[in-house]
């Protein structure tokens, strides 16, 4: 398989921070997830310093997300929260990352 994209040539290296975002499209539905790992991290070979900071930054920053996710809530309040956790962590969010979408069938926005 060959692409367009010269970055899809790109070997990974040992400590690499790699985001793994991909998406399905179902009966009218999309449905997202995004995972971030780092490339040779083990049990015995743990992710430490500032890689760690960030992963445990998004980690709880979505874990708080969506607790806050649901009916009379305002978007603010959960980009808010995540910029807390962030901070929290001496991390910054992506701009634009915290957001939320509502999805509606065969609508692709």
């Known amino acids: 398989m060959t692409s367009s994209d010269p970055l ?3 070997i990974l290296a040992k400590d690499d921070v790699v985001k793994i975002h991909i998406g399905a499209h179902i009966d009218g539905f999309a449905a997202i997830s995004a995972e971030s790992l780092v490339v ?3 049990e015995s070979d743990p992710v430490t310093g500032r890689r760690a900071d960030v992963l445990q930054a ?3 920053a979505a874990q708080v997300a969506m607790r806050l996710v649901k ?3 305002k978007n603010w309040a959960v980009t ?3 910029n807390k956790v962030a901070a929290a962590w001496d ?3 992506v701009e634009g ?3 939320q979408i509502v999805f509606v069938q065969w609508v692709l926005t």
Request: glycine share 10%; proline share 5%.
């Open 8 to 10: 899809s040539a790109q």
């Open 40 to 42: 040779g991290a083990t």
């Open 71 to 73: 009916v009379g809530n």
């Open 58 to 60: 998004a980690w709880h």
């Open 80 to 82: 808010d929260a995540v």
């Open 91 to 93: 991390c910054k969010p």
């Open 97 to 99: 990352e915290a957001f």
